[in-house]
């Protein structure tokens, strides 16, 4: 079992930065990957980008592409969503996900654990 608490959210202006991170209790974190899905109200969720068990592999959706990075750290059973060059469009609620395959995915559905996301707020 795997529990995830997101922190980093808040309120930012465009063009602004923020970090996001995701803390995981369980032994098992370092065999997971892991990924980041935003929803903004009135929207379905929304994949954002995904990190394979060890960091070497990542996948972003076209709209965060160059301007947001994930990362890990697995000794510090952490994972981290660095958002640059925010736009209004980005506000949403974002949540942190894992699942038990090592590999990454964009699909949402195939994450097994989720946060309880933290709110991130972009005025233009």
């Known amino acids: 079992q795997v529990q995830l608490v997101e922190s980093g959210g808040g309120l930012v202006q465009a063009g602004g930065s923020l970090r996001l991170s995701c803390a995981a209790s369980g032994r098992s974190f370092s065999t997971y990957a892991m990924g980041w899905v935003r929803q903004a109200p009135g929207k379905e969720r929304e994949f954002v980008a995904t990190?394979?068990?060890?960091?070497?592999?990542?996948s972003y959706a076209d709209s965060v592409k160059g301007r947001f990075t994930i990362s890990r750290d697995n000794a510090k059973n952490t994972g981290y969503l660095q958002m640059n060059s925010l736009k209004p469009e980005d506000t949403a609620l974002y949540y942190c996900?894992?699942?038990?395959?090592?590999?990454?995915?964009?699909?949402?559905?195939?994450?097994?654990?989720w946060g309880q996301g933290t709110q991130v707020t972009v005025s233009s």
């Open positions: 996900a894992a699942r038990t395959t090592p590999t990454i995915s964009s699909i949402s559905g195939q994450y097994d654990y």
């Open positions: 990190i394979n068990y060890s960091g070497g592999w990542t």
